[in-house]
Structures are given as C-alpha cells and as structure tokens.
Nanobody, 119 residues
Framework: QVQLVESGGGLVQPGGSLRLSCAAS????????MGWYRQDPGQQRELVATITSGGSTNYADSVKGRFTISRDNAKNTVYLQMNSLNSEDTAVYYCHAFINKWGTVAAYWGQGTQVTVSS
C-alpha cells in the first residue's frame, strides 16, 4: 500500500513563511511527477506547484516568486517552501504524486494539511 503523509501546516501571520513536507512510503518502484494542490471550502482544488523526477518545476501564477517546490528522490519526499504568505493562501494543501508500483502507474493524494494565514 502506498501512502503520502504531509506535515508542516499551521497558523502563520501575513508575510510569514511555512515549509510543507510530503513523504511517500510503501511498495514504490519510482515516482514521476510530485506536486502540491490546495482547496478552499466550496472551491475546486487548484494546482500550486509540480516537480518532475528530473527537477523541472511548474507554478501557479499566484505563487510564482513566493513559493518554491523541491524534492529529495532518495527520500521520496517533496517540499513546498512558502514565503510572503497572505490571506489568499489560506487553504488545505494536498500532496499529489504519480507513483510507479512495479509496472503500474497511479495517482495518489495525501490527507491534506491546513494552512491558515491570519493576524
């Protein structure tokens, strides 16, 4: 069984920073694209950032220049460094990954971690 476990969410003041982590575990041969999405109540889940196994990144326009995605392939872990946070960044953040389980590629989601930006 494959699991994605997130950590690092919490409450932060406007202008502050947080770092999210997501570790994949289980029967994994390789991991292709990893990424972060976020969702407000009543809204659709939206892409925040993605990163390929080779390190190519993609960001939503709303976070460019403020957020940085990275990964440690040896640890099957993806990170999201979030700087200059504002109230519009408040959401539940979900980790996502396309994982190759010895010949079968499937998409997996983490359980989500709450990020609240408020004074």
């Amino acid at each position: 069984q494959v699991q994605l476990v997130e950590s690092g969410g919490g409450l932060v003041q406007p202008g502050g920073s947080l770092r999210l982590s997501c570790a994949a575990s289980g029967s994994i041969f390789s991991i292709n694209v990893m990424g972060w999405y976020r969702q407000d109540p009543g809204q659709q889940r939206e892409l925040v950032a993605t990163i390929t196994s080779g390190g190519s990144t993609n960001y939503a326009d709303s976070v460019k220049g403020r957020f940085t995605i990275s990964r440690d392939n040896a640890k099957n872990t993806v990170y999201l460094q979030m700087n200059s946070l504002n109230s519009e960044d408040t959401a539940v953040y979900y980790c996502h990954a396309f994982i190759n389980k010895w010949g079968t590629v499937a998409a997996y989601w983490g359980q989500g971690t709450q990020v609240t930006v408020s004074s």
